[in-house]
Nanobody, 122 residues
Framework: QVQLVESGGGLVQPGGSLRLSCAAS????????MNWYRQAPGKGRDLVAS???????NYADSVKGRFTISRDNAKNTAYLQMNSLKPEDTAVYFC????????????????WGQGTQVTVSS
């Protein structure tokens, strides 16, 4: 009943910027948390940034000061603003959200998007 769709990935030069979007659609009662993960070839899937309903944010040390997570509750959309991109940021970026489809749908369930490719290269 819930879908997450990422967009905004692409090829950029080192030092460039991208803004990723994650749009949630379907039967949504409440979104409790939204997160961004990334997975490089041959690597595990790592948490990059998180944003919960209490307003707390958290960033991996490797992206702190360069990436910013935000959310537009009215649009059920999360964003990841990525500045000063480095080649080591190259990965598939995934959106993850904890979503309840009704008041009784507790605890909320985790949903994943399909991923969007970010490549940083000259």
């Amino acid at each position: 009943q819930v879908q997450l769709v990422e967009s905004g990935g692409g090829l950029v030069q080192p030092g460039g910027s991208l803004r990723l979007s994650c749009a949630a659609s379907g039967s949504i009662f409440r979104i409790y948390a939204m997160n961004w993960y990334r997975q490089a070839p041959g690597k595990g899937r790592d948490l990059v940034a998180s944003f919960d309903s209490g307003g707390s944010t958290n960033y991996a040390d490797s992206v702190k000061g360069r990436f910013t997570i935000s959310r537009d509750n009215a649009k059920n959309t999360a964003y990841l603003q990525m500045n000063s991109l480095k080649p080591e940021d190259t990965a598939v970026y995934f959106c993850n959200a904890a979503v309840a489809v009704s008041y009784s749908d507790l605890p909320p369930k985790n949903y994943w998007g399909q991923g969007t490719q970010v490549t940083v290269s000259s």
